[in-house]
């Protein structure tokens, strides 16, 4: 492979990493036990405020927090860049990364209650790949059922690297519906609701509350008058005026 190529491989899945290892902090909050003691007797609702993000691009802003919260892959890239199971379970390559075998966790069913098939699986995971990577999916040769939990992925070329790019979302064929810990209402850009059927458990946070800001400072007054619960995704510019708070918790990540 040219190094070129090999060197913009690296450059793209060091980028999905920082934006995945983020995704999973937004998860672990909206999930977080301290989070659900603000409401006792009744699961909380988490009050989320961004800033200058769109409402309409599907690839930021709000529409994709909706889809971080709601669509899973088989796998997510983890804060050390390494991939660590999401919709799978295990995984094994039998031929020094020229494929994989992907054993299903069990249990799982999208939002509407079908369940997450092998077959399911297969059909749709080239198609998200190519949606979610491009190009890059073009070294995916075949994607198939094995059994009634596993599949197999089989690449042109070994390679560490492309693995990581099951990391692309599984929806039901047909729909944008997923299999995640929220459910987006339908109709709404701003507001999801816990999946009481989520094969993790149920969140223990109710609903998630979106509002948008046209700039970080004005979240930011907002938040300390208590009417939101956390800033999402905030700039290196603002870090240090919220830093010095005494009562709000900073969450970097890399």
Not at 42 to 47: D, F, N, P, S, Y
Not at 61 to 75: H, N
Request: proline share 7%; hydrophobic share 40%; glycine share 8%.
């Amino acid at each position: 492979m040219p190094e070129g190529r090999e060197e913009r491989r690296r450059r793209f899945f060091r980028t999905a990493a920082r934006l995945v290892a983020f995704a999973g902090a937004v998860a672990a909050v909206a999930c977080s036990r301290e989070n659900a003691a603000r409401s006792e007797g009744a699961a909380a609702v988490l009050r989320v405020g961004v800033a200058g993000l769109s409402s309409s691009n599907p690839g930021s802003g709000l529409r994709q927090l909706a889809q971080i919260l709601s669509i899973e892959g088989l796998a997510r890239v983890g804060e050390d860049g390494r991939p660590e199971p999401t919709l799978a379970e295990t995984w094994t390559s039998p031929n020094n990364g020229r494929s994989y075998l992907v054993r299903l966790k069990s249990g799982v069913k999208f939002h509407d209650g079908t369940p997450l098939t092998p077959e399911i699986v297969a059909a749709v995971l080239p198609v998200s790949m190519r949606q979610t990577f491009g190009p890059i999916a073009d070294d995916v040769e075949q994607v198939k059922a094995v059994d009634a939990n596993t599949i197999e992925i089989t690449f042109r070329r070994p390679s560490p690297l492309l693995f990581e790019a099951v990391e692309a979302g599984i929806r039901k064929p047909g729909s944008s519906v997923g299999t995640g810990p929220f459910v987006a209402v339908p109709n709404s850009a701003s507001e999801l609701r816990a999946n009481p059927d989520y094969y993790g458990g149920q969140p223990r946070i109710r609903e998630i509350h979106v509002e948008t800001f046209p700039a970080v400072r004005t979240a930011w007054a907002k938040m300390l008058r208590n009417d939101l619960d956390m800033l999402w995704e905030v700039g290196p510019d603002a870090l240090s005026s919220l830093e010095h708070s005494a009562k709000v918790a900073v969450f970097t990540y890399t």
